[in-house]
């Protein structure tokens, strides 16, 4: 009960760098390694990992912790491409006569980590953002993706928000205590 696999996606676009990305997975490792964890760390950004090797983390993990930024209301590209080819017919899932209840990972909780430039008070506000009144509304092919591979419980997820124009002292601080309080 105690293998969590990260799956990181510190990308850079625009002024982001994705180090902030990698920080947080740093952060994430260190305290859960401190509590005793078994940690695995899948990094999507980088172009040595396999599918093999990538299914076997996912089917070994008891909890999922994705740490990702926002990119155009989606994860980024190479998180995409590494749900493309890592989610496997008669791997990860199976077809079953009710849609997506023939998930086959063993998983029992995930979490989302994810950095934006968009504030949390912007949420539910504007043209764009209207039907968005938490950050969760925005993150939903990720969470719809866990719950069809049969992982359904959702630990709270950690939202690091305005960090390119904003103040991000805070972060550590905070993502810590959310680690501390949730494992």
């Known amino acids: 009960m105690k293998n969590i696999l990260i799956v990181t996606a ?6 982001a760098k994705g180090q902030l990305n990698s920080f947080l997975a740093y952060l ?8 005793g964890y078994d940690i695995k760390i899948s990094d999507v950004t980088k172009d ?5 090797r990538e299914v076997e983390k996912l089917l070994w993990a008891n909890t999922i912790i994705y740490i990702t930024p926002i990119m155009w209301f989606n994860m980024p590209a190479p998180m995409v491409e590494w749900f493309d080819k890592i989610l496997l017919y008669n791997k990860t899932f199976i077809i079953t006569d009710e849609y997506g209840e023939g998930g086959q990972v063993q998983a029992e909780k995930f979490m989302i980590v994810t950095t934006s430039n968009l504030k949390k008070s ?21 969470i719809m993706t866990n719950n069809y591979l049969s992982i359904r419980n959702q630990i709270s997820t950690f939202h ?6 904003g103040d991000t002292n805070w972060i550590e601080k905070d993502y810590i ?3 501390n309080k949730n494992f």
Not at 10 to 15: A, E, L, Q
């Open 10 to 15: 510190g990308y850079s676009i625009f002024d």
């Open 122 to 142: 912007d949420l539910g506000k504007g043209f764009v953002l209207k039907n968005a009144s938490n950050i969760d509304a925005i993150l939903q092919p990720l």
């Open 28 to 35: 994430t490792e260190e305290t859960l390694s401190e509590k």
């Open 48 to 52: 040595t990992w396999s599918v093999d």
């Open 177 to 179: 205590e959310h680690l």
């Open 160 to 165: 690091a928000d305005n960090v390119i124009s």
